[in-house]
């Protein structure tokens, strides 16, 4: 004689095996693959080269300071080509232009760092320049 537990047993493990089955049906678990979308290309990139805008004589009385240490990152390209910082007087007062990265021209070949030369009457800046 089979007991209710026994029955209560069966009937769970054949309703347990109902749903699993009704998971199996027609339903597509897949869903479509994305439709394909246009993107626009990125524009071709504008090298910029650092112009040098005719400037008046700057002769200062004081010697610069000493150059700052500066961290050189990685060149993005062997294109570029480091500017070195340098210092430059305004109203009295000295500032730090710090050093960057810029693409080389392609006529030019040599960078000309920014510096003061000392003429006997004073200290003239020299702005950097390609050669």
């Known amino acids: 004689m089979m007991t209710r537990l026994t029955i209560l047993g069966g009937m769970l493990t054949a309703g347990g095996a109902l749903l699993l089955m009704a998971g199996c049906g027609d339903r597509d678990d897949n869903p479509p693959p ?11 990139p504008t090298v910029v080269y650092e112009q040098q805008e005719p400037q008046a004589e700057v002769i200062v009385t004081e010697a610069p300071p000493p150059p700052r240490y500066e961290y050189i990152p990685p060149q993005p390209s062997p294109y570029h080509v480091w500017i070195g910082g340098h210092w430059y ?43």
């Open 89 to 131: 007087h305004r109203d009295g007062v000295w500032y730090w232009a710090n050093g960057h990265w810029v693409h080389r021209p392609p006529d030019h070949t040599r960078w000309i760092p920014a510096h003061w030369v000392n003429n006997g009457y004073g200290w003239r800046y020299v702005p950097g320049h390609w050669r």
């Open 34 to 44: 994305p439709q394909p979308t246009y993107v626009e290309p990125a524009p071709q």
